[in-house]
């Protein structure tokens, strides 16, 4: 009596997934896994800083003196545009929340919108003696502030309270003197 071909290949196609399986399992096993581990990697920004501070037509903003546990985590910065030149400083708080600096000296409406994810203003708030515009958002809130043709935004989605002591902690310095 002949033997149905399918049973055949049916059987081998299961064979070679257990082998598989087995295989894979003990890559697994035997790769360690750390689930204690922080998924977040903190970048340097100081050569990013210098360079715009030399070149940007407006004082960049960084934070002097923020606490170990605020963890710099994106740098950018744009200057192909002189009417759009964009400064960006991405951080992870203390709690593991997102906050970030954005500087530009392009129109303030547009560039609040873009960086805050279209965020509305709710009021104001004083920081270190001075009012910033205050925004609330689906995604994003803010504290915003133009002075001398220049945007100066924190923004992300850590609480009000942690947005004010990132701009608390700015300092503008450098600039072109054009």
């Known amino acids: 009596m002949a033997k149905k071909r399918g049973t055949e290949t049916l059987r081998d196609m299961v064979l070679s997934m257990a082998a598989i399986g087995v295989v894979a399992g003990g890559i697994w096993l035997f790769i360690p896994h750390d689930e204690n581990h922080d998924p977040v990697k903190p970048v340097g920004y100081r050569v990013e800083l210098?360079?715009?501070?030399?070149?940007?037509?407006?004082?960049?903003?960084?934070?002097?003196?923020?606490?170990?546990?605020?963890?710099?985590?994106?740098?950018?910065?744009?200057?192909?545009?002189?009417?759009?030149?964009?400064?960006?400083?991405?951080?992870?708080?203390?709690?593991?929340e997102y906050a970030a600096v954005e500087q530009s000296n392009e129109a303030t409406e547009k560039f609040v919108a873009i960086k805050s994810h279209q965020a509305k203003r709710v009021g104001t708030r004083t920081v270190d003696g001075e009012t910033w515009q205050r925004y609330e958002g689906d995604k994003y809130d803010a504290l915003v502030r133009e002075k001398g043709g220049v945007t100066t935004m924190v923004t992300g989605t850590a609480p009000m309270a942690r947005l004010a002591e990132l701009a608390a902690a700015l300092d503008e310095r450098g600039g072109r003197q054009d």
């Open 50 to 96: 210098d360079q715009a501070r030399r070149d940007a037509p407006y004082g960049v903003a960084a934070p002097e003196g923020l606490g170990k546990d605020w963890r710099a985590t994106s740098v950018t910065y744009e200057s192909t545009d002189p009417e759009a030149v964009r400064w960006h400083l991405g951080f992870v708080d203390p709690k593991n």
